[in-house]
């Protein structure tokens, strides 16, 4: 890999500054830096640790993201170009679901109107009743290769036309092998400034580990990986993921027995692994600290999503040095149902962030996207405000300041909410570029901020 100069930066509030990036590490800071490189004008942005996503589940969100919405398509032309924009971005061969079809767009469909669309890729489209499935001739060829079901019309000459109505069970089975493109989703977290990730699915299995590592190695995942699960997991060879924690999901109608949850920590022990448990309600909570007041905590040990932390649980936290990984984006996606739904005695306790630091609690951010948006950005604009979608305030107390906001996405993956990342020679050349100062960034924080992503000492983003 050729090393890289970026000219004119802003590093830890110092402007003007160059820094050379060279075998994946940041190699040299300093005013007017020469040796041989490509050289890339900063203009004077801020130079970053690129940003850590604590929690996501990257299959679940390239599946959505896979699928196009067509509701706000008003006539055949929006219609073609919607999909044709989709399916560029996806390799030829590639899956792609469209949702939410209406006649009055471009009349009836069938396998050729699609195939004049998508030649090289498999499409199917969804009506808006969900009733009927659409598919162009290369997905049919795929779903019919062991036959066609009844629920396949055919034409007059008995040949298919793609139609087939009431088929959802029927697809689902043929389909659930299918894994979804995660090149996508890639370009999408790099775009973020996002060069690391934890997925946090208890669902991962060697097989969903194999696939999310192949799209590392290919490239198609540029991130930096850290994958639990709630079994074991093997290290790969090449080390190409770290194995994170054990992932202990809590539903809080079915929690286990007491001596179920210890084994399960006592099992992540002999793995040597930390646990991470999913903590929603202040039972799951409650249930968890006891858990670890038995088991013991150690260090990695985690708190995912702490919805509800009343206040007297929190020097519990502290003793046991629980980190709390929380998703601030959801004040502001879900805040109104909240407000709506949970007492107001009980709203001051929900995704809690500055009381946690005051406190002393390690505390990262996150997405938890798919059910979340996995855009940082918006998460710290959550963190400081406190607001619902609709401007509503929600324990305004818990809000952070832009750099402690900030500051929640760039601990190390191994140990969030742990020692924040900094831009220093030796450190790996895993950055984010920004258009402007960071002060200038943090006044609004703002993915539209970001002129590039650097994994590894390689952009993997650029805005320009
Ligand atoms: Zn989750």
Request: hydrophobic content about 45%; aromatic content about 4%.
């Amino acid at each position: 890999m050729r090393p890289l100069i970026l000219r004119n930066v802003e590093v830890a509030g110092r402007g003007g500054l160059d820094v050379r990036l060279a075998d994946g590490r940041i190699a040299g800071i300093g005013e007017r830096l020469s040796g041989p490189g490509e050289t890339f004008d900063g203009r004077g942005g801020a130079l970053i640790p690129g940003l850590i996503d604590h929690h996501i589940h990257l299959l679940a969100t390239a599946a959505q993201a896979r699928s196009v919405r067509l509701d706000a398509v008003r006539d055949a032309d929006e219609f073609d170009a919607t999909l044709r924009q989709a399916l560029d971005a996806r390799p030829p061969g590639g899956w792609l679901r469209a949702t939410g079809y209406h006649g009055r767009m471009a009349g009836d469909l069938d396998r050729d109107v699609l195939d004049r669309i998508a030649p090289r890729h498999r499409l199917r489209v969804q009506d808006q009743t969900g009733a009927l499935w659409i598919l162009n001739s290369l997905a049919l060829d795929e779903v019919t290769a062991q036959g066609a079901p009844p629920e396949a019309e055919r034409d007059a000459g008995g040949r298919l036309t793609g139609r087939i109505w009431r088929g959802d069970a029927w697809l689902r089975e043929r389909l659930a092998a299918e894994p979804p493109e995660l090149a996508p989703l890639g370009r999408t977290l790099a775009a973020f400034g996002i060069t690391g990730v934890t997925d946090t699915s208890a669902t991962t299995d060697a097989q969903a580990a194999a696939l999310l590592a192949d799209a590392r190695r290919s490239g198609a995942l540029p991130q930096r990986l850290t994958l639990m699960s709630a079994g074991e997991l093997a290290t790969p060879a090449d080390g190409i993921f770290d194995v994170g924690p054990v992932k202990v999901l809590l539903d809080d109608a079915r929690l286990p027995e007491f001596d179920d949850f210890l084994a399960r920590i006592a099992g992540a022990r002999t793995q040597g692994r930390a646990v991470a448990v999913h903590c929603v309600t202040a039972g799951e909570l409650a249930l968890t600290l006891a858990a670890f007041e038995v088991a013991g905590a150690q260090a990695g040990d985690r708190i995912e999503h702490g919805g509800v932390i009343p206040g007297e649980a929190i020097p519990s936290l502290k003793q046991l040095g629980l980190t709390v990984v929380t998703q601030p984006a959801f004040v502001f996606e879900r805040g109104d149902r909240y407000l709506a739904d949970v007492e107001a005695a009980e709203q001051v306790d929900l995704y809690r962030c500055a009381s946690l630091l005051a406190a002393g609690v390690p505390v990262a951010a996150s997405s938890d996207a798919p059910y979340a948006a996995c855009d940082p950005w918006l998460g710290m604009r959550a963190a400081i405000q406190r607001r619902t979608r609709t401007g509503r305030p929600i324990g305004l107390k818990e809000g952070v300041d832009p750099r402690r906001a900030l500051e929640l996405y760039l601990g190390d993956r191994s140990a969030p909410g742990g020692p924040v990342r900094r831009i220093e020679l030796g450190a790996a050349a895993d950055l984010c570029l920004l258009c402007v100062p960071l002060a200038e960034a943090l006044a609004e924080p703002a993915a539209e901020q970001i002129r590039a992503t650097i994994i590894d000492g390689a952009p993997v983003f650029a805005a320009d």
